[in-house]
């Protein structure tokens, strides 16, 4: 068998059509990593129906106005594809595969996908910048799950989180600075950092999701030296328990009121554009700073084909396989 090594990257996933949205809801409330609660085996799936046919009427005029479905599959393909073609050229010999969480292509899919390139052990990498057990913690049970009776002993190595990685952060400064290249000056802006966000039950439980959040806008700041005050919030709140705050909404509406004039929102958490950026942010919150009276706002777009996160990403999977510079060549060579 060739040395090849099969890289797993997982996301969330998104519906891809209008008809998906349901059941790509049904998806991610099934998963018992998101709904827990007592006799939950016995409860989890009615109640997951419930929740999907209410929030998918809510969602659809998001996915509506960003072209009726999710771009992300799009996106994190061609990622994948990137990755492939820079690990290459650096002498890594690599097939990679996209696993979405909630819809297609699943994990199962790309493990078919790399089983039949006869990959000889895998990096795992989840494309979430912060753990959290509600998103990388959920794709690896499901990868442990679906991988159980296939992996004969190969190694598995694991990139955890990402959000410290240099090329990562530089690459969210390069969009950053392109959304504020598109204000006339920069004095009267303000700098939202959104992330998307989590019961405070997750939180209080040891999840690192917030404390990572926070990190990150501390080293973004330092490293871009943007002369921005800045804020922190979270999106894509479901339900009515108590979630991580303040909300973007409710800073947007803070924000107006204080007498801000000019708003440039940064997606944190997320690695590409989808709904919860073009629709969430690009359309509603947009509408929302609009009718406030915020008299600019720009939102940070997404990392997607970015050439630095690639390399960033290679930079970490190399790192993960425990391949050195000095080793590149010799595994293309096998």
């Known amino acids: 068998m060739p040395?090849?090594?099969?890289?797993?990257?997982?996301?969330l996933g998104g519906p891809d059509t209008l008809e998906a949205i349901e059941p790509f809801l049904f998806n991610l409330f099934s998963d018992p990593d998101i709904i827990d609660f007592p006799f939950a085996r016995l409860g989890r799936k009615p109640l997951a129906r419930l929740i999907a046919r209410a929030r998918a009427?809510?969602?659809?005029?998001?996915?509506?106005v960003i072209g009726g479905g999710s771009p992300i599959r799009r996106h994190t393909e061609k990622q994948a594809r990137l990755l492939e073609t820079e690990l290459r050229g650096r002498g890594v010999e690599a097939a990679c595969a996209v696993a979405m969480r909630y819809w297609h292509p699943f994990t199962r899919e790309a493990l078919e996908k790399?089983?039949?390139?006869?990959?000889?052990?895998?990096?795992?990498?989840?494309?979430?910048?912060?753990?959290?057990?509600t998103t990388t913690g959920s794709s690896l049970n499901e990868w442990a799950r679906a991988s159980a009776a296939c992996l004969d002993g190969r190694r598995c190595r694991?990139?955890?989180?990402?959000?410290?990685?240099?090329?990562?952060?530089d690459a969210m400064i390069e969009r950053a600075n392109r959304a504020l290249d598109r204000f006339p000056s920069l004095g009267d802006v303000e700098l939202v950092f959104s992330a998307h966000s989590l019961?405070?039950?997750?939180?209080?439980a040891g999840d690192p999701y917030q404390r990572q959040i926070e990190s990150t806008v501390e080293l973004l700041m330092a490293r871009g030296a943007w002369p921005l005050r800045h804020r922190v919030c979270y999106q894509s709140k479901v339900g009515a328990s108590k979630w991580l705050q303040p909300?973007?909404?409710?800073?947007?509406?803070?924000?107006?009121?204080?007498?801000?004039?000019?708003?440039?929102?940064?997606?944190?958490?997320?690695?590409?554009?989808?709904?919860?950026?073009?629709?969430?942010?690009?359309?509603?919150?947009?509408?929302?700073?609009?009718?406030?009276?915020?008299r600019q706002f720009e939102m940070a777009p997404g990392l997607n084909d970015s050439s630095l996160f690639i390399a960033g990403l290679?930079?970490?999977?190399?790192?993960?396989?425990?391949?050195?510079?000095?080793?590149?060549?010799l595994i293309a060579a096998d």
């Open 3 to 11: 040395h090849r090594l099969g890289v797993v990257l997982f996301q």
């Open 57 to 64: 009427k809510k969602v659809e005029h998001h996915y509506s």
């Open 114 to 133: 790399l089983e039949a390139a006869e990959c000889s052990e895998y990096v795992l990498l989840p494309l979430y910048p912060q753990y959290s057990s």
């Open 158 to 169: 694991l990139v955890r989180e990402f959000y410290t990685n240099p090329l990562y952060l």
């Open 199 to 204: 019961p405070l039950a997750v939180v209080e």
């Open 247 to 294: 909300s973007l909404r409710s800073t947007i509406r803070e924000m107006a009121r204080a007498g801000v004039r000019d708003i440039c929102v940064v997606p944190v958490s997320f690695v590409s554009d989808h709904v919860e950026t073009l629709g969430e942010i690009d359309h509603e919150a947009r509408e929302l700073a609009a009718a406030a009276g915020i």
């Open 314 to 329: 290679a930079q970490l999977v190399m790192e993960a396989a425990g391949i050195s510079a000095r080793e590149e060549t």
